[in-house]
């Protein structure tokens, strides 16, 4: 089973303020343990919304919306792809995560093509590749 664990922005991140040394190492063996594991797939670290955008479709139009963006409680800061063999594996290396306080990570299972009905996993376009590979 693949899963994803967001971690929230917090104001510090959003305000572009750089992890201290201290906070970099911990997040570097914490990476290490889930390479020697076997679990990681992908994870990174996001720049603040002011870098980033927002693409909305409405009545018909793209619009494009420029950050930064107000509700810094809402963005992603970051994100770790990992494959467990069940969710509370998942929640178990969530629990080893060095945070701050007040610092917040989102556990979401990704959806696997096994996931659909059917009529819809054979269906000739599902496909599990990423768009352009």
Known sequence: MRFMIIVRMTAQMEAGVMP???QIEAMGRFNEQMIEAGILLAGEGLHPSI??????????RYLVMDGPFSESKELIGGFWLIQVKDRDEAVAWCLRIP?????????RQVFEVSD??????????????PVGV
Do not use: H, S
């Open 51 to 60: 870098k980033g955008a927002r693409i909305r479709k409405e009545g018909g």
């Open 99 to 107: 945070l701050e306080d007040g610092e917040e990570v989102e556990l």
């Open 20 to 22: 201290t040394p201290e």
């Open 116 to 129: 659909l009905p059917p009529d819809l996993a054979n269906a000739d376009r599902v496909t599990q590749r």
